[in-house]
């Protein structure tokens, strides 16, 4: 699949690169990312420039590294999982780039374009019941709370309570401010159901 080239003149997102296994790994091993999502412990370079190199022979899924659109620096990772009609995205952000909207911006980014170039219907999202933070990306990003879409999943041995975000495509969601796809096309925004793990 083409890269997509998504900016916002804040945040790209651009597809990966083998020479980015390395920071991706010491990245992932971040205590808040071990916490909250479902990156291995164990995680090696090595590993990592496997599965970027088997992402570009998927025709399901999505992945993107989240840079800083005027220096290139790497800030973070954001993924979507898709069939025809339903998508599932998760995110983490680096240490040094928290606090700065780098999430909120590239989920935004990411949804409206799996929306308009996918033509999906819906995205899900979960976050861990305990990372406000990611609770609050979703939210900042147009999604709302749906507590039937919450589930308890085991994640590394462990059940975690995880709640749901969903948003469907045409459901009258406010319109992300600060960049635009397509000025032309109809807003969605994802079922988020947050896997922030």
């Not at 999505?62 to 339903?86: E, H, K, P, S, W």
Request: glycine share 8%; with cysteine.
């Amino acid at each position: 699949m083409a890269d997509p080239g998504l900016t916002d003149g804040a945040v790209l997102l651009r597809q990966w690169r083998p020479t980015d296994a390395d920071w991706y790994a010491d990245a992932a091993h971040d205590p808040e990312i071990q916490r909250y999502t479902t990156e291995s412990p164990m995680l090696t370079a090595a590993e990592v420039r496997a599965a970027i190199v088997a992402l570009a022979d998927q025709t399901d899924t999505v992945g993107r590294v989240i840079c800083d659109a005027t220096t290139g620096q790497r800030l973070g990772n954001i993924a979507l999982r898709f069939d025809a009609t339903v998508g599932e995205v998760s995110y983490w952000v680096a240490a040094s780039a928290r606090g700065r909207g780098v999430a909120t911006r590239a989920l935004r980014l990411l949804s409206e374009w799996a929306f308009a170039a996918l033509g999906l219907s819906e995205i899900r999202l979960w976050t861990h019941a305990d990372n406000l933070a990611s609770r609050l990306v979703a939210e900042r990003a147009g999604y709302r709370r749906a507590p039937d879409h919450d589930q308890q999943r085991t994640v590394k041995g462990r059940v975690w309570d995880t709640l749901g975000y969903p948003g469907r495509c045409g459901s009258g969601r406010p319109a992300a401010t600060g960049h635009a796809l397509n000025p032309h096309a109809t807003r969605c925004w994802p079922v988020v159901i947050v896997l922030r793990r």
